[in-house]
Nanobody
Framework: QVQLVESGGGTVESGGSLRLSCVASGNIGAYSMAWFRQSPGKEREGVAL???????TYATFVKGRFTISRDNAKNTLNLQMNSLKPEDTAMYYC???????????????WGQGTQVTVSS
């Protein structure tokens, strides 16, 4: 069974940057991969998705600030987060996707999450 392990979370001031990484224990090259986030009391929401062909999709609230990328040779997914805001504070999850829909229902494998906290 493939496992996903996220890293790179932490605490940063508003306007700062963080880079999240997700390493898969198996081959992810044929899959769309995505980042989701969840704050206490809120539903998990899609942040960004990158398909196997490299085409990416972003949630409106992160467009222009976050960049998703992948390195299939290293089975790694990344999320570069710039211009962070306090409302970006959440647990961030890496997910393997069944299709190109940035939806919780389309994910078939999840990582354990990494916490991102943005202070004002």
């Amino acid at each position: 069974q493939v496992q996903l392990v996220e890293s790179g979370g932490g605490t940063v001031e508003s306007g700062g940057s963080l880079r999240l990484s997700c390493v898969a224990s198996g081959n992810i090259g044929a899959y769309s991969m995505a980042w989701f986030r969840q704050s206490p009391g809120k539903e998990r929401e899609g942040v960004a998705l990158i398909a196997s062909d490299g085409i990416s999709t972003y949630a409106t609230f992160v467009k222009g600030r976050f960049t998703i990328s992948r390195d299939n040779a290293k089975n790694t997914l990344n999320l570069q987060m710039n211009s962070l805001k306090p409302e970006d504070t959440a647990m961030y999850y890496c997910a393997r996707m069944r299709n190109r829909q940035l939806s919780v229902r389309s994910a078939d494998l999840w990582g354990q999450g990494t916490q991102v906290t943005v202070s004002s």
